[in-house]
């Protein structure tokens, strides 16, 4: 864990818990080493803070490469943050941008490190739960770590899709038990990965409570992928 995170996690824990007031419950359910990926819904910008703040070890998400480029003081804070908290820097105009992903997160797991991912790909839109896309379980497959379901509620209030700031709102954070890919590997690998995924996707809802869609969730005009 890098001095900037511990120092980081410090400061913003108390404050968020003071804005968001986050219920947090399963932390138990994380294994505190070895590579482990975790599943969660998607509903706003913060997920990808609210994550690592109610979690018990760090966690490193994917983040478009822009935020090491930009300029001024807000590029050095943006840049800080996003090196300091073990974000992959992904270049979502590569036409290998999916797999590249992928690539750096296997990395990642490999180390021995924790893993966040969201399945649908992008933030839901309407607060319902997408069908989740096979990256998740390939990682899982190939990395031979467990997923724990994460399932966010009230995130989407603090900060709605579109919005610039933060608002105050009540935020609950589940972590469910680990899923292990072994019984899946046998199968044959489109089975074995549509069938994990559909189980992680089943547990995060259980999590969440959302309503469940038959499809796959759009991804935004730009092309983010697994979930930027």
């Keep these: 864990m890098s001095a900037f995170y511990r120092v980081g996690k410090v400061v913003a824990v108390p404050i968020a818990r003071g804005l968001w007031r ?4 399963g932390r138990h359910h994380i294994p505190r080493t070895g590579g482990v990926i975790l599943a969660s819904n998607h509903l706003s910008f913060i997920d990808s803070i609210a994550i690592p703040i109610a979690a018990p070890r760090p966690v490193s998400f994917l983040a478009k490469a822009e935020y090491w480029h930009g300029t001024g003081l807000k590029g050095t804070v943006e840049r800080a943050f996003f090196t300091g908290s073990r974000a992959i820097p992904v270049d979502r105009h590569s036409a290998r941008a999916a797999q590249e992903s992928l690539d750096a997160a296997l990395e990642v797991l490999r180390a021995g490190h924790a893993f966040g991912i969201y399945p649908e790909g992008t933030r839901s839109r309407d607060g319902r739960l997408y069908r989740g896309r096979t990256g998740v379980a390939w990682l899982a497959l190939t990395a031979g770590v467990p997923v724990v ?11 709605p899709v579109g919005s610039r700031l933060p608002s105050l709102a009540k935020v609950r954070v589940a972590f469910g038990a680990p899923i292990d890919p072994a019984p899946y ?7 074995a990965r549509r069938d994990l995924t559909d189980e992680i996707m089943t547990a995060i809802a259980a999590l969440s409570g959302q309503e469940r869609a038959d499809t796959y969730n759009d991804l935004p005009g730009d092309g983010a992928p697994i979930g930027l």
Excluded: E, S, W
């Design 185 to 191: 590997a046998a199968l044959p690998a489109g089975r």
């Design 149 to 159: 379901p994460v399932g966010l509620v009230g995130t989407d209030k603090v900060q």
């Design 22 to 25: 986050p219920t947090i419950t």
